[in-house]
């Protein structure tokens, strides 16, 4: 069975950063894409942004410019990077893996970390 373990949130002031990490673990076949959501209180949960396996990215207009998404194979871990954070940013940020395991192709989630940043 596939897990993901999330890491990295926490409370921060506007303009600084934070770095978040999502990590996979169990019989992983292959990894098609990586990214982040985020949900806001009183939100719908929104893309924040991906990665593909062949590297490509994709950011929401609202971050481009000040996440970096990026992934390492080897440790089947995505990371992002958030600088110039802003409080909108404020939310709860969950990891997904578009993966294929023993029980064939499958969208898994991590369990959310939360992000705050402070005015």
């Known amino acids: 069975q596939v897990q993901l373990v999330e890491s990295g949130g926490g409370l921060v002031q506007a303009g600084g950063s934070l770095r978040l990490s999502c990590t996979a673990s169990g019989v992983i076949f292959r990894i098609n894409a990586m990214g982040w959501y985020r949900q806001a209180p009183g939100k719908q949960r929104e893309l924040v942004a991906t990665?593909?396996?062949?590297?490509?990215?994709n950011y929401a207009d609202s971050v481009k410019g000040r996440f970096t998404i990026s992934r390492d194979n080897a440790e089947n871990t995505v990371y992002l990077q958030m600088d110039s954070l802003k409080p909108e940013d404020t939310a709860v940020y969950y990891c997904y893996f578009d993966l294929v395991a023993i029980k064939g192709p499958k969208l898994e989630w991590g369990q959310g970390t939360q992000v705050t940043v402070s005015s």
């Open positions: 990665i593909t396996s062949g590297i490509s990215t």
